[in-house]
């Protein structure tokens, strides 16, 4: 029987690739912190509730997509070290309990990005903040692990997404929820250029990671890249609010590389991956998201696009 459990099953990642599990006839087992959308309430720190679950479930595979914090400062907050913590107990315990096969969600943040394009392997791994220094210590740990154990252990390192879901601190959502609200949408000159791919195709990768016989690392990228300023501009077109964009009110960050891409010919090659939906049908997906979750308020906070 392959049971899957899935961390973070109500978040921004974890719920579509929980669905997408399900429709491949996966036995699938959600936790969340909110126990929401018939998940099973679990707080990941709590380590004897953990153990107690993965002794009653018997998980053959794990997807752990679960962080915290998800939104706002997560690239600085202290409470990635703490989650660091967790996720290590997480994967142990899960071998410990029979777990076979387990897929952890890394991140493009482990990377070193002054060079522009990123490609598993031959890109120096240099983290500048806590949540990429603590995503690259994990990989380390558990990679180690696995190799001691026996344990199958995949890495997908994810760039940049957006879609449905997104929390409204992050770029689109933002910009979707200032335009919904008919506020101005305030930006950077949004000329640094990045990787970005729709929600859904990520966590198609995340299930053809957790279905492959691949081992270690692997980057779900689309390879390409798109300025920011673009991607703004192509909720605004979807709108008809161009006159609401704000390019250029908030300050670019003074370290904020002009470039970041990643490689994804690796994952195409091993796992038969790549994105799927194109930006222009992606964006008008989570505008009509946006529609649905962002209620029109005139006396609204502006945006705090990035």
Aim: glycine residues 12%.
């Amino acid at each position: 029987m392959r049971r899957v459990l899935v961390t973070g099953a109500t978040g921004f990642l974890g719920r579509p690739a929980a669905a997408q599990l399900r429709a491949r006839g996966w036995d699938v087992v959600g936790v969340s912190a909110s126990g929401a959308d018939g998940t099973i309430r679990l707080d990941l720190q709590d380590e004897a509730a953990l153990r107690a679950l993965l002794e009653q479930i018997r998980p053959s595979h794990l997807l752990h997509a679960a962080w915290r914090p998800v939104h706002g400062n997560v690239m600085h907050a202290p409470d990635n070290v703490s989650w660091l913590r967790a996720s290590l107990f997480l994967v142990q315990a899960f071998q410990e309990s029979g777990g076979r096969r387990a897929a952890v969600v890394g991140s493009s943040a482990e990377y070193d990005w002054t060079g522009g394009v990123c490609r598993n392997g031959v890109t120096p791994m240099k983290p500048t903040t806590p949540y990429g220094a603590c995503k690259h210590a994990l990989h380390l740990a558990l990679e180690a692990f696995a190799r001691a154990t026996g344990l199958g252990f995949v890495w997908p390192r994810v760039f940049f997404v957006y879609g449905p879901g997104e929390h409204d601190s992050r770029l689109v959502a933002s910009v979707v929820k200032a335009l919904v609200r008919g506020v101005p949408a305030e930006c950077t000159e949004g000329r640094q250029v990045r990787d970005y791919v729709y929600v859904d195709d990520v966590a198609a990768g995340l299930v053809a990671s957790l279905e492959s016989s691949h081992d270690g690392a692997i980057d779900l990228a689309a390879g390409s890249g798109i300025a920011v300023r673009d991607l703004v501009s192509l909720v605004a077109q979807e709108f008809g609010r161009v006159d609401l964009l704000r390019l250029g009110a908030r300050r670019t960050p003074v370290h904020d590389v002009p470039l970041v891409l990643g490689d994804g010919i690796e994952a195409e090659t091993l796992l038969g991956w790549k994105p799927r939906i194109s930006l222009e049908a992606g964006i008008a997906d989570t505008v009509a998201w946006g529609r649905s979750v962002f209620p029109p308020s005139g006396s609204a906070k502006r945006s705090n696009g990035a």
